[in-house]
């Protein structure tokens, strides 16, 4: 089962895929097809403003990375996908490179400062009070009467 936005997603597709060129919609495999109809939110009202352009469409963030996707595998020439995809390992690199940056193992123990205070606190022995003789004996018998 797919989240209410990605259910919200697909039906847009669909809805858009309608009035795309034929040759285009047949370039998309029947299964990528049949996974936003199956898993498209039918209650969902989306309506295309036929005035507009393709891109000036409002669509949701996850509709127009759908459709970059369908572009990058389908659309797209050889040279345009080896841009996309190149862009794309760049922007993973740098990525992860921030989160390098952010969370380095090396640097986790440097960013922490030392609290001066904690060596400074004097240690004090604790007392443990031992109960006495009589006592002891006293909470045995007690313990003995109530079980």
Known sequence: ?????????????IELLK??????VK???SKNILHFLHNMNKNYHYEIDKTKSFEEQE???????????LFRDYWATSTQ????IAKENYDLLKMEEEKR????????????KI????????????????????????NKIKHFLKS
């Not at 009035?19 to 285009?24: A, N």
């Not at 996850?62 to 459709?67: D, K, L, P, Q, V």
């Not at 996908?81 to 996309?84: A, D, G, P, Q």
């Not at 940056?101 to 922490?112: A, S, W």
């Open 1 to 13: 089962m797919v989240s209410a936005e990605y259910a919200c997603a697909y039906k847009e597709v």
């Open 59 to 69: 669509k949701s963030e996850i509709t127009r990375a759908i459709f970059a996707v």
């Open 81 to 84: 996908r080896e841009k996309i």
């Open 27 to 29: 370039k998309i495999p």
């Open 115 to 138: 609290n001066k205070n904690i060596a400074s606190i004097k240690t004090t022995e604790m007392q443990l009070q031992s109960e006495s003789f009589w006592h002891k004996i006293l």
């Open 19 to 24: 009035f795309m060129p034929v040759e285009d």
């Open 101 to 112: 940056n952010l969370y380095n193992p090396n640097d986790i123990f440097k960013r922490k």
